[in-house]
């Protein structure tokens, strides 16, 4: 081959044209024949022969039409009987005027003429008629008329194979070309790589098929119009072409398949390798391409983002379509790789066992072969089981036992996921709602494809599967991928919310080793992030590692997401985990995948009863083990140095003090509470609640982790590798949450905790928001500020939020929690406003609170476009704070007059479906700036009451958003 890429010759086979073609031929010329001795406008012909040839015409064209077993005669053998027939009836008419329509059937013949394979033989059946005409009208007794009738004759034969013979070769080359660029299609590569790959392999030539995907044409193309890409993709297959012994051809829409020669040296070696001739082609291809400047691409310079796959001859194989196919999954993989260059590996993405059992998959769940085994997951705390994942299994009559590796990732290629997935969850789920039966409070976790989230029936699945096994909301998980997520990010937050509707939690699994943005992640509504093995597996010898993990753990634990760490495969992994704040642990350290009947047959698995708790902490009992060592940071002496100015600061603040541990015990319901302050050995417990006891060592205390962790802390003294032996765990003390007061500058000043002897308990997500409230209360308060008035404020709005619980009437939740944060903000005056048009382009006023005109009010619409504090926390669903309206690029000017604005803070009620009400703050005078801690009270009331209207439950709060 050249760079020229000439054609092949013609080769039409021995087959001839088509059957039923053939067949209409037989009987138009048969009846045609019969016609010249039937009808009496041409006398003198002898009717009996040329009935009889017509009358074997009749019976194979009916047979051909008939029967598929009738045999169809070849071109060369179709040709000489159609010319010989033809010729005995011209002999039979017997020199009658019938000759001329006899002569004219000859084109019968002419018509298998193109499908003869050798020119010669051609030649010879285009003069077949030539012979045997004269010989017809000689033996006739008419040689007068052989000169007339043979100066007919080619107009009958030569004409018709000529047309015939263009009209095929036309079609053969567009069958070959692709219709936009006239390059070698698919097709056309395939025949004019066979005769170098099908070579003797002594003497055949080693070639490099290369597949080259083009990455950006399809943005290309909305942009410019298709001109321009076809321009781009014509420019780079003529550098292609010009390359020595090349072979292009288009292959795709936006890809190019080069076959080049491969250049040897004197040993005959390859002089480069795969990979190296790939980002050879690569680096020619990715040169500028100027577009014309009279076409749609006006004179641009576009530079192609191109991948390239890889395979070669005789290496990866010698049938060229199998090489196409090799080079094109290599194409693929190239576009996830850095230098976009990826060489075969030489076999298929599945092997013939891999098809096999994919094809039997379907009768296997019908016939009872699949199995599930359950892996359980352990709290970090306390090492008790809370949940398990269903993990399925096939027990193959002849192979065994196979893992999900086997025969899953076909699965996922297909629908065959879909049964195999619903199979999985209704077993599961059965099998959780048997063991809750039993007493095992436990949950199970089912993974979900994205194959599976998109397909209809998974909604009404996991409701019946939830339903008819009484499984409370959250005890069954489905974890999904970061790809099912970025399937259709359109589309999955609905899905995610039916499904969290119909009772499930979501889990985000293998989280940190997809593309999820951090925006995608607050759009899609998860309770729980599974860390991915990879990370968790390298942390203890990888510090980078370990802080991906300890980031992502506090991003989730923001979110008020639950985490789970899995490929926890030794102590030392666990210890560092744990550590690093994950509360769930997965792994071969605890468990591997087991039958069902063996996940609680283990002592240390079995139901554990939590003593019952005396009614105040007693002595604590000897330990069993010296108490843990508590941690100590690089700026241990600048913290002992802050905490013991702490203690004297505080001695004037004993009732504030003894104020804020009352409330943040009634918010976490717990029977003691206190601020406590950590020095070098010891933890003093600054006005307790419920207790009297104001100094204990430090190490085996949770307070001493909580300043060191420097976040909110939930665990069970008793069991928690942290606190055993320590003096938590000595007075019984098996539920702790604690968040640490910090100042301005992030250091710890102190840690606001509650506990009792009552079993642990989750944290709720608003627990710990209020908690973190009143932690700022102390913070302000040692700072210098009147915490005094925030803290009855505060204990306001929690009052009245208290009276607000459990009911269900919109207009009573929403006045009374306009009212109770109006009191808690003490703005001039606020109002509510809500959408009035079904699209929810405007909003109006709907209730106000203070000092304001209400017809000024009145006349005041909110549109979602506009510029205003409301439409943007419409538009992004989080509160906003403008410090100083007259100065913003938020809050229009004249809006900002009318109204009378100063300052403004809006706080958004988020449902569903977005905004549903939001609530406006107003100062008159521009305020400098707004206490965190009554603003983000005043958020956390939102997000109570978006819950209790069951609008966006268990929502986390969006972050602030201050304009200027």
């Known amino acids: 081959m050249t760079s020229q890429q000439p054609e092949r010759a013609l080769d039409l086979g021995e087959g001839g044209p088509d059957r039923r073609v053939v067949a209409v031929g037989y009987l138009l010329t048969s009846l045609v024949s019969a016609s010249v001795a039937l009808l009496p406008v041409w006398p003198g012909v002898h009717d009996l022969p040329v009935l009889l040839i017509a009358s074997l015409g009749l019976l194979t064209g009916a047979g051909l039409l008939l029967s598929p077993a009738w045999p169809m005669a070849g071109p060369r053998t179709a040709v000489v009987g159609t010319a010989l027939g033809t010729s005995v009836a011209v002999y039979a008419a017997d020199g009658s005027p019938g000759i001329g329509v006899l002569v004219a059937l000859y084109s019968a013949a002419a018509a298998h003429i ?232 030489g076999g298929a993405a599945f092997d013939v066992d891999a098809l096999r059992l994919h094809a039997e998959l379907p009768a296997a769940v019908e016939d009872g072969q699949l199995r599930v085994h359950y892996q359980r997951l352990v709290t970090a705390g306390t090492g008790r089981t809370v949940g398990v994942e269903a993990l399925v299994r096939w027990q193959h009559p002849e192979r065994g036992l196979l893992g999900p590796g086997a025969f899953v990732p076909l699965a996922e290629r297909s629908q065959a996921i879909v049964g195999l997935t619903l199979w999985v969850l209704r077993t599961a789920a059965a099998q959780c709602g048997a ?106 010898g990888a510090p980078a590692d370990a802080a991906i993990v300890r980031a992502l753990v506090d991003l989730a634990h923001r979110l008020s997401l639950d985490v789970v760490a899995e490929g926890v495969e030794d102590a030392r992994t666990a210890d560092l985990v744990r550590s690093l704040g994950a509360d769930v642990l997965q792994g071969f350290h605890f468990a591997r995948p087991i039958p069902a009947e063996q996940v609680f047959t283990t002592p240390a698995e079995a139901p554990r009863d939590v003593p019952a708790a005396p009614a105040a902490p007693a002595a604590p009992a000897a330990p069993a083990a010296p108490a843990a060592r508590a941690p100590r940071g690089g700026d241990e002496e600048e913290r002992v140095g802050l905490a013991r100015t702490v203690l004297g600061a505080t001695a004037r603040s004993e009732g504030l003090l003894r104020s804020v541990t009352a409330l943040a015990a009634a918010v976490c319901g717990t029977e003691f509470a206190s601020f406590n302050v950590v020095t070098e050995e010891h933890v003093h417990a600054l006005a307790p609640h419920g207790h009297d006891r104001s100094l204990v060592p430090r190490d085996g205390t949770p ?72 932690a700022g209360v102390v913070a302000d308060h040692l700072a210098g500020v009147d915490a005094a008035g925030q803290l009855a404020r505060l204990h306001g709005l929690l009052q009245a939020m208290a009276e607000l619980d459990g009911s269900r009437d919109p207009d009573r939740l929403l006045a009374g929690f306009g009212a109770a944060v109006h009191e808690l903000l003490r703005p001039d005056f606020s109002f509510l406003v809500g959408p009035t048009t079904p699209l929810r382009e405007r909003w109006d006023v709907l209730d106000h609170r203070g000092d304001v005109d209400p017809d000024v009010l009145g006349r005041v619409v909110f549109d979602a476009p506009g510029r205003s504090a409301v439409a943007r926390s419409v538009a992004t669903g989080r509160p906003v704070w403008v410090p100083d309206a007259a100065t913003s690029t938020v809050v229009a000017g004249d809006l900002a007059r009318r109204v009378g604005v100063g300052s403004v803070l809006t706080v958004p009620l988020v449902g569903p479906d977005g905004v549903v009400n939001v609530l406006s703050a107003v100062w008159r005078h521009p305020q400098r700036d707004l206490s965190p801690v009554l603003r983000d009270a005043a958020v956390a009331a939102a997000t109570r009451v978006a819950r209790q209207l069951a609008v966006r439950p268990d929502r986390p709060a969006a972050p602030l958003e201050v304009v200027g």
């Open 435 to 540: 063991w809750r039966a039993a007493g095992h409070d436990v949950g199970v976790s089912v993974n979900v494809s994205p194959v599976v989230l998109a397909d209809p029936s998974l909604l009404d699945a996991v409701r019946r599967a939830v339903a008819d096994n009484d499984l409370g909301r959250g005890t069954l998980t489905l974890e999904v991928t970061e790809s099912a997520l970025l399937g259709d990010p359109a589309g999955v937050p609905a899905v995610l919310a039916a499904l969290r509707e119909a009772g499930a939690r979501i889990s985000l699994d293998d989280f940190g080793t997809g593309y999820t943005s951090l925006t995608m992640l607050r759009q899609f509504e998860v309770d729980e992030l599974k860390i991915d093995r990879s990370f968790v597996a390298a942390a203890p």
């Open 703 to 774: 307070c001493a982790w909580t300043a060191h962790q420097r976040d909110v802390l939930h665990l069970d003294p008793a069991t928690d590798p942290r606190t055993l032996g320590g003096v938590a765990a000595g007075y019984g003390v098996r539920h702790y949450v604690g968040v640490p007061v910090t100042d301005a500058g992030g250091r710890v000043l102190g840690v606001l905790c509650a506990y009792d002897h009552h079993g642990t308990r989750p944290a709720t997500a608003l627990q710990r928001t209020q908690l973190q409230a009143l």
């Open 114 to 345: 193109p499908f003869l394979r050798s020119g010669r033989a051609v030649l010879a059946a285009t003069a077949l008629p030539f012979a045997l005409l004269p010989v017809a009208l000689i033996a006739s007794g008419h040689a007068h008329q052989v000169l007339g009738w043979v100066l007919v004759l080619p107009a009958t034969t030569v004409v018709p194979v000529l047309g015939v013979r263009s009209l095929l070769r036309l079609a053969a080359h567009r069958a070959r070309r692709d219709g936009g660029s006239d390059l070698l299609n698919r097709t056309g590569l395939l025949e004019s790589c066979a005769q170098r790959l099908e070579r003797d392999e002594d003497l055949g030539e080693r070639v490099a098929v290369n597949v080259v995907h083009f990455d950006d044409l399809r943005d290309l193309r909305p942009v410019l119009g298709p001109a321009a890409a076809e321009e781009v993709l014509a420019e780079c297959a003529r550098r292609a072409a010009a390359l020595p012994g090349s072979v292009v051809a288009r292959i795709d829409l936006d890809s190019l398949a080069v076959v080049q020669p491969v250049e040897l040296d004197a040993s005959g070696e390859p002089v480069r390798t795969a990979v190296e001739e790939g980002r050879a082609l690569r680096e020619l291809l990715r040169a500028h391409v100027d577009l014309a400047a009279d076409g749609p691409g006006q004179g641009l310079r576009v530079r192609p983002g191109v991948s390239v796959g890889v395979a070669r001859a005789p290496e990866h194989g010698r049938d060229v379509e199998d090489l196409l196919a090799l080079a094109d999954v290599a194409a693929v993989r190239a576009g996830a790789e850095q230098h976009r260059v990826a060489v075969t590996g």
